[in-house]
């Protein structure tokens, strides 16, 4: 869906450049550069939002209030003591 609206806005202004009268050529780049930059940032969120979930969490069970809490387990001391190439 995004690069569908990317490409399409970059279509559109493309055809302003070619086929657009001499006020009319380069109207849509301002739109087109922005809704790209917008566009790419809101797909970067939803990646990491999907990966953040998924990477190093464990579900782990309240006691107190009976829901599910993620923890972040990282075993530190054989990250450390590992050999650095």
Do not use: E, W
């Not at 490409?7 to 050529?25: A, D, E, K, Q, W």
């Not at 739109?31 to 969120?45: E, G, H, K, Q």
């Amino acid at each position: 869906m995004y690069f569908a609206v990317m490409s399409l806005s970059n279509l559109l202004n493309i055809l302003t450049y070619y086929c657009g009268s001499n006020t009319t050529r380069g109207s849509l780049a301002t739109f087109t550069s922005c809704i790209s930059v917008t566009l790419v940032s809101r797909l970067m969120l939803n990646l990491h939002k999907s990966v953040d979930t998924g990477i190093l969490t464990t579900p782990v069970q309240d006691d107190d209030y009976d829901s599910i809490a993620l923890t972040t387990r990282i075993n530190v001391q054989s990250t450390i003591s590992s050999p650095q190439c």
